[in-house]
């Protein structure tokens, strides 16, 4: 047998050149916090209105999805919570939210909005009204034409009759 000599007990000879430190002039720049921007007065001001605004559109359409909600509850009436005997489960009175509007001279108001609880339900009776009288005046106009060509296939038939005898 061959003695296979062990390559593990000699040194590895690698050349590894060592970085030479070269001067930074350049530092990072350690973390600090941002500046705040200050904003003006006015500027907060318009922010302030701009928010409020933002949250009675939002308030509004929670009010909306409420009365949603109770519609649902009135129509299918199969929650054990809400007894059966009971009419409608919400009532409804006026309801407005805060606004602000701004006048032609820069200042600002203070009022409310009235939110149109039924507004959803005067849009659906009208799109039910146009329909109406669009599948009415359809209905019409196809009654004419028929009876128009009815009057000329009888007027043919006429002279059909009369040309025979």
Request: charge should be positive.
């Amino acid at each position: 047998m061959k003695k296979i000599p062990d390559t593990d007990k000699k040194p590895i000879l690698l050349r590894v050149s060592l970085l030479q430190l070269a001067s930074v002039t350049t530092a990072i720049v350690p973390l600090q916090p941002q500046e705040e921007k200050i904003i003006s007065e006015p500027e907060r001001l318009i922010a302030q209105v701009e928010r409020v605004n933002q949250v009675a559109g939002e308030l509004e359409a929670a009010i909306l999805e409420l009365k949603a909600i109770a519609n649902t509850v009135n129509t299918q009436r199969r929650y054990p919570l809400f007894k059966k005997e009971l009419g409608n489960i919400c009532q409804y009175f006026a309801v407005s939210v805060p606004w602000v509007k701004r006048k032609a001279d820069g200042s600002f108001i203070l009022t409310t909005r009235k939110v149109d609880l039924f507004r959803a339900e005067r849009e659906a009776t009208l799109l039910a009204q146009q329909l109406r009288q669009r599948t009415k005046k359809r209905l019409a106009s196809q009654r004419q034409r028929k009876n128009k060509s009815g009057a000329d296939t009888k007027c043919l038939f006429k002279k059909v009759l009369v040309n025979k005898s």
